[in-house]
């Protein structure tokens, strides 16, 4: 913990409640992210863990408490807004432009760094290399490709925005296990360069594998926290999460 203490906190969530409609989802959720660090959400079915991380997007708004990104508040800011301050977002279900080309896809994430195409071309071939798949199919359409090889499309189209935080949603959902196992590797890798995560994931497993701490919903509340060891180690998450029958 001496070690967290002397980074910056990047992103701050404040008791924050979030409704849709009359139905409250969050109630009083509090999370921060260190710079350079991995934090994970876990919990099971309408939890509200993917509503965290919407509120972080701007896709709801909290009616109660603040989301602070380095320091400056962002939870009344709209999507556009938070995501040119420097956040990238790896959406549940992937949501690649169909009949875009692969390549087209993956420079849409480099968008707000047009203006610097020596580093972008430089950065895409870099996203080549993690992922050859991609440069065999660069001028294919993303909607003909598998959901594996559509998850690495917006893994790297997320890291071509060179975000300070990236925001993951699922990312194993739907995934043969040669697949999540790859795109486990790509995030270890992401991770030790430094990048700065918020992940939700239904495989509690491997998320508490690459996290370094997590925070466990439950109907909307935060009923646990601590380091992914201490949470990996815990009999009633074992049970919960990391048993046969791990909850989604």
């Avoid at 409250?24 to 509090?30: I, R």
């Avoid at 939890?47 to 909290?62: A, D």
């Avoid at 009949?99 to 071309?121: C, F, I, Q, T, W």
């Avoid at 080549?128 to 991609?134: A, C, D, N, S, Y």
Wanted: proline share 4%.
């Amino acid at each position: 913990m001496h070690v967290l203490a002397e980074k910056a906190v990047r992103l701050r969530i404040d008791a924050v409640d979030v409704y849709y409609g009359a139905v409250q989802a969050l109630f009083g959720v509090s999370i921060s992210v260190h710079g350079g660090e991995v934090v994970a959400v876990l919990g099971g079915n309408a939890s509200g863990k993917s509503t965290t991380l919407k509120s972080v997007l701007g896709l709801v708004h909290p009616t109660r408490g603040e989301i602070h990104l380095d320091g400056q508040r962002i939870d009344r800011l709209s999507t556009p807004d938070i995501i040119d301050r420097g956040v990238g977002s790896v959406p549940e279900g992937r949501r690649v432009f169909p009949r875009m080309s692969v390549r087209e896809n993956l420079l849409l994430g480099a968008y707000p760094r047009r203006h610097d195409p020596k580093h972008v071309a430089d950065d895409l071939e870099q996203v080549f290399k993690v992922f050859p798949r991609l440069k065999e199919r660069s001028q294919q359409a993303a909607g003909t490709l598998s959901g594996g090889e559509q998850q690495m499309l917006v893994l790297g189209r997320a890291w071509l925005r060179r975000p300070s935080l990236l925001c993951i949603d699922e990312p194993s959902m739907g995934l043969s296990p040669r697949f999540v196992d790859q795109v486990y590797e790509v995030l270890a890798g992401w991770k030790a360069a430094g990048l700065t995560i918020l992940i939700v994931e239904q495989n509690a497993r491997l998320a508490l594998e690459l996290a370094d701490r997590a925070y466990v919903l439950q109907h909307g509340h935060v009923i646990r926290e601590g380091t992914a060891a201490e949470l990996a180690a815990d009999e009633s998450i074992q049970r919960a999460y990391l048993g046969e029958s791990e909850v989604a």
